[in-house]
């Protein structure tokens, strides 16, 4: 089953909860949500109960797709609320995405067809971003028809496109499943996201990023996703969920590598002509032994392997660094 383009700020909510509260949805009016995003329906369908709705990025046409009335109803008006007067000359809402193919009346008109089930079978034909007239659609992303993208479905996964329409794709699934997918959100490239990736939205999981938390940029690193919102983790495992537009790439320089044979930090000099050969504590220590050769350490525990520092003195004592690290282990033999 298709997963349609949904706000991410959908509550799960029974339905008939849903319409014993939720005011008429009213068509060609603006709604803004509690978290910052906004959107207007301009039609519904009686038939399929579909609502053709679109939503704004920073008061301009983002995205536009389809949702069932009771989903969008369900929202109002303890998420959204229709847009005020005051609201309206502030933030003005501009723009307007063409319509994409409905896949709620394709699915009404295959549940119809009766005896031979040709309509609910037959599969929409290929297309490379042409409309039957002859004009040229442009679509979102550049992908063409043949190639392969990742597409959200359960999780991210492979499938080959066959017929582009704008912003909606018509694409087959690995498993031999065919569905329509939107981009930016449900549709990306394979391999690395690129700049021009993440100016429409697209972060992928480990990715560094900057997001906006109450007016400061922080620095954190994308640890989760649902549709258009990510979960950024921060170094003190807390956790932020917001949207594309409050994060962008870090800026943080990657972190300090020490050069081989350069000092850990001043005053310190390497053990290579001071201590060679093997060596035990004297307390015995489980079996421990350290086996130093040209300013490298090698110690071996009773009952581990061994493991490779660099040594380094100070006054008396010897300190062993990972090589390339600035930190000391917890080793410390005087």
Request: glycine letters at 12%; one cysteine or more.
């Amino acid at each position: 089953m298709r997963a349609f383009f949904l706000m991410s700020l959908f509550a799960v909510v029974t339905m008939a909860s849903a319409i014993a509260q939720a005011p008429a949805l009213q068509t060609n009016v603006v709604y803004v949500c509690n978290d910052g995003q906004s959107f207007k329906v301009f039609s519904c369908n009686d038939t399929t109960g579909a609502c053709d709705y679109q939503n704004y990025k920073h008061g301009q046409a983002y995205q536009r797709g389809e949702a069932l009335r009771v989903q969008l109803a369900a929202l109002l008006p303890a998420k959204c609320h229709a847009q005020s007067p005051a609201e309206a000359q502030a933030d003005p809402h501009r723009g307007e995405i063409p319509p994409a193919p409905s896949p709620f009346k394709a699915h009404a008109a295959a549940g119809n067809a009766s005896g031979s089930g040709t309509a609910a079978n037959s599969q929409p034909p290929l297309s490379s971003g042409v409309s039957q007239s002859g004009a040229s659609q442009p679509s979102g992303g550049g992908f063409k028809v043949g190639e392969t993208v990742r597409v959200l479905s359960s999780g991210w996964q492979e499938a080959k496109v066959l017929q582009v329409r704008g912003n909606s794709y018509y694409v087959r699934l690995d498993n031999g499943i065919e569905v329509s997918k939107s981009w930016p959100v449900e549709v990306r490239r394979l391999g690395k996201l690129t700049a021009e990736d993440h100016a429409v939205g697209q972060w992928d999981l480990r990715d560094k990023v900057q997001v906006l938390v109450n007016g400061r940029w922080m620095e954190g690193k994308i640890v989760g996703q649902s549709l258009n919102r990510y979960t950024v983790g921060f170094a003190d495992e807390n956790t932020e969920e917001t949207g594309p537009e409050n994060l962008r790439a870090s800026t943080a320089a990657p972190p300090s590598v020490r050069q081989a044979g350069q000092a850990p930090k001043p005053g310190l000099a390497s053990c290579a002509g001071k201590y060679e050969g093997r060596w035990e504590h004297v307390s015995g220590m489980g079996g421990m032994t350290v086996v130093f050769r040209s300013g490298k350490a090698t110690v071996t525990e009773g009952l581990g392997g061994p493991m490779e520092f660099e040594c380094w003195i100070s006054g008396s004592q010897i300190a062993l660094y990972k090589a390339g690290s600035f930190t000391p282990f917890s080793y410390g033999l005087t």
